[in-house]
């Protein structure tokens, strides 16, 4: 290695800034989904607290059954109202080089993939999305499971689209590549 | 050398089978995976039925061998250079063909186990990046087919970097990296001191399940031993200074075992790296595919000038990332052969950093989460319930709350990002002081988090991916980290050049 004398910028100057990008909220119609999911969850979990409340000797004889019970209706109205304001929080923009997926209430999140690190691209479409013509687009990497973003709730023929769109990114990218 | 090129490349372009002698390889290794069943053979020998033992013994004897013949024959291998893949065959009632396209190959290691020095044979890793099932062993090939695929190794290297021959090859310097007996006996007597004491504490426990299994009682007579002891001072100091013996004993053995003879060539465009007394490891890196280079330095080891260098390539599942074949360690390297290994690896030096520091929020939470918050419950539980009530528990809890006050501030201060021009470089650590780097460009994602109690003192986190190792710090100034990942962003989208 020669020593030569190198006084390069570590801060690049007018490069775009994500935090300024305009994030694009998540279809409305996929809090219908949420929505279906979470009842369908409440009433499973319903039953089953009423006849384990019934079943079992010993929670037959707790005697605050009544305080109980209201503490569990309580949780799963938080519940249904954190769905609620955590769908609103999701969101999703694609630039020209990159996707951003936001999401998260008590701790907000951010993701970037750049195109040129996505692996593969996965369209899901679950059955109660199918009934809203809804679907999600998962996106790997090699960065490991717990970064591969899965955004739901696009229209189907909008993520046919963004697929589309950076499949051919990527192909473009892989083409270039050395 | 092309010559031998060529008669390389026409050699292995037909099928060929393994070394016949991998026949016994295969033969001890499944011995040893099912050592157990070997058990069977002990129940008529107990019974005193001598013939019924010696003919379940050879049966299973015989079981396994020929296993391991089929294994041997049905295992076919060649290269095919005209496609950049490498093949195999292999299976007798299941038959699978793989091909793996050379880029595909990350490393190609040579080993040999001690049975593998028996017959002057060697074993041949291909390291694959992708799923796991794809990774390919051929068990045993002979000295000379081992010499060849060293040559070969380079022919798929170039195959895949004839892409990128842009980048200005550095003459190519022979000079190796040696570590002498000395210096290991250093790196084993100050490293690894954690480890070792969980490992002889998990063994601990295994070895009561163990008794426990046998149904054999033990717990009476430990409690009695326990409880009959005099614990005096000295009592507890010669306890405590076996252990420390033990422990560093333990360590001194296994690293001048594992790494005895450590030396790394480099070659124009890797580093052929061979280490291990009985178990002689042989391994060829290749730069472009690290993705994270670790340094980690104690306060013991800082004293005597020594560090240990990890070296993460691209790992197919990130469970196994801290400690596969994936990983290539150097224990106790000086600083210039650090920097020598760096500037081989990176072609560059890091140049000037810009270094940022945590909130002293995170000292705060960390400090009520995890010193504060238990030591107030025992102090409650002990006030309150007789359930602590031991002379000794005060003090404890005393212990307790000033250690981890002290552990929480080290990690609060060894807590350092340092952003340069083509490097991230985060440093932590309590005892340990872990010093991780990765290059900008090779980041696979960005992960940002903000949870809202700090939003007002406009704190965050950041985690930054790569395809072996991640780098994360938490509590930094969030404008500051925004304005990073937007420069990192902007060298990963911008470059041409692959990840690995």
């Known amino acids: 290695m020669s020593e030569k004398f190198s006084n390069e910028k570590i801060f690049v100057k007018n490069i775009p800034e994500f935090e300024n990008e305009q994030i694009t909220p998540i279809e409305k119609d996929y809090y219908n989904v949420i929505a279906i999911n979470t009842v369908i969850t409440f009433l499973i979990f319903t039953v089953a607290y009423f006849i384990s409340l019934n079943a079992f000797e010993f929670l037959r004889k707790i005697e605050f059954k009544l305080l109980l019970t209201v503490c569990y209706f309580v949780f799963w109205f938080f519940l249904f109202i954190y769905g609620w304001y955590a769908f609103k929080k999701r969101g999703y923009c694609f630039r020209e080089h990159d996707v951003i997926y936001k999401f998260g209430l008590f701790e907000e999140t951010v993701v970037l993939i750049p195109f040129n690190r996505i692996q593969h691209i996965a369209l899901h479409q679950g059955i109660f999305s199918r009934i809203y013509g809804l679907a999600s687009l998962q996106f790997y990497t090699a960065g490991g499971s717990t970064t591969d973003i899965n955004i739901k709730g696009f229209k189907l023929e909008d993520a046919k689209k963004f697929k589309e769109f950076v499949s051919n990114k990527i192909e473009k990218i892989k083409s270039k590549e050395f | 050398m092309e010559d031998i090129k060529a008669s390389v490349i026409e050699r292995f372009s037909n099928f060929r089978k393994q070394s016949a002698l991998g026949t016994f390889i295969f033969f001890f290794e499944s011995i040893r995976k099912n050592i157990l069943n070997f058990i069977i053979v002990l129940f008529p020998v107990f019974q005193g039925k001598y013939t019924v033992a010696l003919f379940i013994f050879i049966v299973i004897f015989i079981w396994y061998g020929s296993a391991s013949f089929i294994k041997y024959y049905y295992f076919t291998y060649s290269f095919d250079f005209s496609k950049s893949e490498f093949l195999v065959n292999k299976g007798f009632l299941k038959k699978t063909k793989l091909s793996i396209p050379f880029e595909k190959i990350q490393q190609i290691n040579l080993n040999q186990n001690l049975i593998h020095k028996i017959f002057d044979l060697y074993e041949i890793q291909m390291d694959t990046a992708g799923s796991s099932s794809t990774e390919v062993d051929i068990k045993a090939v002979s000295k000379k087919t081992a010499d060849d695929f060293k040559i070969i190794s380079q022919i798929v290297k170039k195959n895949f970097d004839s892409k990128s021959t842009k980048k200005n090859i550095s003459e190519s310097i022979n000079k190796s990296l040696k570590i002498n007996l000395i210096t290991l006996v250093k790196a084993g007597l100050t490293s690894r ?157 890091t140049g000037q950093a810009i270094k940022l520091k945590p909130n002293i929020r995170k000292f705060i939470i960390n400090f009520f989460c995890f010193s504060l918050t238990p030591s107030i419950i025992v102090t409650a539980i002990y006030l309150n319930f007789p359930l602590l009530k031991f002379s000794i528990t005060p003090f404890l809890i005393i212990g307790y709350l000033s250690f981890t006050a002290f552990v929480n501030w080290r990690l609060y201060k060894n807590n350092e990002l340092y952003f340069y021009n083509n490097f991230i470089k985060v440093k932590s650590g309590f005892w340990d002081i872990n010093t991780k780097i990765i290059e900008s460009y090779k980041i696979q994602s960005v992960v940002l988090t903000q949870p809202i109690w700090h939003k007002k003192y406009n704190l965050g986190n950041v985690t930054f991916l790569t395809a072996g190792g991640q780098i994360r710090v938490s509590t930094y100034k969030y404008d500051l980290l925004k304005k990073i990942v937007n420069n990192v962003l902007f060298k990963a989208e911008k470059t041409n050049r692959r990840w690995m």
């Open chain 2, 193 to 349: 001191y954690f480890e070792t004491l969980g490992l002889i504490t998990g063994t601990i426990f295994v070895l009561f399940q163990y008794l426990d299994d046998l149904k054999i009682d033990y717990a009476d007579r430990l409690k009695n031993v326990l409880f009959d002891t005099n614990y005096t001072i000295n009592f507890i100091l010669l306890i405590v200074l076996i252990i420390i013996t033990f422990v560093l004993t333990l360590n001194l053995i296994t690293t001048v075992i594992k790494f005895f003879n450590f030396s790394a060539k480099k070659k124009s465009e890797s580093l052929e790296i061979e280490f291990g007394l009985i178990k002689t490891r042989s391994i060829i890196l290749s730069p472009s595919k690290v993705q994270e280079f670790r340094i980690s330095q104690n306060w013991l080891q800082k004293q005597i000038k020594i560090r240990e260098i990890r070296i993460n390539q691209a790992s197919s599942d990130e469970s196994s990332a801290s400690n596969n074949r994936n990983t290539i360690k150097v224990p106790g390297c000086s600083l210039d052969q650090k920097n020598e290994l760096f500037e081989f690896i990176y072609q560059k030096k």
